[in-house]
Structure formats: C-alpha cells, structure tokens
C-alpha cells in the first residue's frame, strides 16, 4: 500500500536521523563538554557573552573564567549576576537549560580572585551549588590532576587549542563551543614581564575570555586527554602600533592555570574587589593587555 511505504519511509528517515544523533553523541569529544558559554546580566538586562569552564576539586565544583567578565570598572561594567549554558542529557545534547547565579551576597562579591608578586590576576571562581544544579547534568571538568606540574616540559611553539565561545559563535543546536588552534609563544617556564601569564599565537575574539587553554597529554589515564595550561584573558598588541600599516600581533595572555589550587583551595581568603579589571598594562612602548569579553 502507498500509505503504507510512505509511514515506512518516514519510519527510516526518522530511525536514520536518530542514529545519525547517537553516532554524534558517541564522537563528542568530553573536551567540548568541559567549557559552557556565560553571559552576564545586570538584573534582566543582557550585557555580554564570555567563555567558561569547570574545575572540579574533591566534591566541590566550581566555574571558572575571566575576572573582567564579572566586573570592569574601566569600563563601567558591573554585572549582578551571570547565566551559565548548561548540557541535562547526555544523550541528547540539544537538551540544555540555563543556571542564573547571583554575583553579590549580602553586598560582598562570591567570586574568588587573587593576586601573585606580579600583581593582580584576571581570574575568577565561582563555586556552585550543585543542589542548584539539574539532576540530570551532562559537563565534564578539570581537576587538579590536569595542571600541568613541571613548567619546563612545555616548550615554546607548543601546539595548544583554546576553547571558548569568540563573538558567541558556537554550534547553536548542540549548544558546544568551538576550538581556535594555537601555540605558545613565549617561554613557558618563565612569567612574560614578570606577570602570571605567558602568551598565545591565535586568532581570538571578544567571547573568548574565561576559555580554557590546553594542550595534549599523554599522561592522563581518564577521558579527558588534556593538560589545563592557563585560562585566556585578553590580546596584547602595542600601544604605539600604526592602525593603518601595520597589523595586530595577533598575541594573547592566558594566566596560569596553577592559580585555581589557591583559588579553589578549602577556605580561601577572598581578595577585595579591585578596580583594576586585568593584569597591570605596560607601559606605552611595551605591549599592552586589552581585556575584552
């Protein structure tokens, strides 16, 4: 009967489609699943789109990205609040609900932010509250086991990829971010002008601040195959660069991953909220840092 064919087609169609789905979801690299996409609001007013990721430390998890996506007073920018893009089913990954978490207590800021000899850090955590979270959660996070130990096994010219969210570009149906290719471009086993960060060669955008910076390892054991080297915060370029004759350097600072055992660690003593949103900029002749979310 034609009926018939017809329904047995469409059966095919839709069983060739829900294969093609699961064939997905078994090829989704548990990379893609450790970074979600945050957005900061000032009550229900959107501000901007960023790059984040978790880190998970005992039983607790925490967010971690930029600290100039949380607050930038150079900029006038002063979110009370962020919303995280968050996978529920693992098995479907266009399954996806948003967590609203405060950034004010009491009138005192809940992320943790520190500092070096090098001055401040651009980084933030944000502990989360897992009873918040869906009981069906499909993420994957960094551990203190993915830092890297020893700083002069990385050489420079390293391969690396950065994954984030640039200008909130991303795979708008699996809600995954995307990757940029990059090397590290200073000595690694060394602070780049004495700051807690070392430099990247890759193409970035506004959005990728708060991504995670890794690099292959062959060490792991688990299923995620990565070394979290550092957290990307800004590009560099020159303060006295000519715009019409010569091009951006195309450099980026990614602060050091090691910052989140302080960070994290059981009773850390926050930091107070500085102005400063970055790393100290140089001075003109020197490169200087550009926070952008």
Known sequence: MPGCKKNVAQN?????????????????????????????????????????????????????TSRHVLIDAPSGHHPNRIEIELHTDEDNLTRHTALSVLLYRDGKSVWHQGKDSGGEIDVAVIELDRNAMPESLAIRSFTPAHLQSSLDDVEVGTSLLVVGFPLGFHDTLHHLPVVRQAVIASSFGLRFQGQGYFLTDARTHRGTSGAPVVMRSAESRDDLPWKLLGVHSARIDMGGRDLQRDESLGLNCAWYADILLTLTAPAVKKAPVLDDPGGKDAAAVKPEVRSER
């Open 12 to 64: 095919a169609d839709a069983g060739n489609t829900l294969r093609g789905i699961n064939r997905t979801i078994s090829l989704i690299e548990p990379l893609l699943l450790t970074t979600a996409r945050v957005s900061t609001f000032n009550n229900d007013q959107a501000l901007t789109g960023a790059s984040g990721f978790f880190f998970a430390r005992d039983a607790r998890l925490f967010l971690v």
